[in-house]
């Protein structure tokens, strides 16, 4: 028998305003995304911004659905509609934040586990990291260069 050690390693923001411009008005994006998201049975929202190697940025909002599980999650409602629009674009950024409409959310969120590998999908196909910057309604962003941090143990086609 042996162990496998798996470290993670992501930057700590104190908030939106320390970000560089870039990730600042994508996480603003988000922000924004965040509102617009239709969660009336959870009461919580995530919203999502993309930013693509062609300067477009994609956003997206959880979408919910009385009849479970058919709702969308924020961030595959944005990496969906990116490779669909834009099929041969390389997803460079993302900025996620959640936050709950009954408590404040002030601990990053990170993505859930289907949308770790829907984004570890575009990562393996773009054969490039995408970096993601994740928060709660205020307080501190995480950063990770790679969605295998949140994720080490992938999935992906060699294994079919």
Do not use: H, W
Request: overall charge negative; proline content about 4%; glycine content about 6%.
């Amino acid at each position: 028998m042996r162990e496998i050690k798996i470290d993670t390693q992501l930057t700590v923001f104190d908030g939106i305003t320390e970000l560089q411009d870039v990730a600042k008005t994508l996480m603003e994006k988000a922000v924004q995304a965040r509102l617009d998201a239709y969660a009336p049975y959870s009461k919580f929202k995530v919203g999502v911004a993309l930013l693509l190697d062609n300067n477009e940025i994609i956003i997206g909002s959880n979408q919910e659905n009385a009849a479970y599980p058919s709702g969308l999650c924020a961030e595959r409602v944005a990496i969906f509609y990116a490779g669909a629009k834009y099929p041969n674009a390389k997803i460079l950024k993302m900025a996620i934040t959640a936050g709950s409409t009954t408590t404040v959310t002030d601990k990053p969120i990170p993505p859930c586990g289907a949308c770790r590998q829907s984004v570890f999908e575009y990562e393996f196909k773009q054969d490039s990291g995408i970096e993601i910057y994740f928060m709660g309604e205020t307080g501190e962003v995480y950063k990770s260069d790679s969605i295998q941090n949140l994720l080490p143990l992938t999935f992906d086609k060699n294994f079919l």
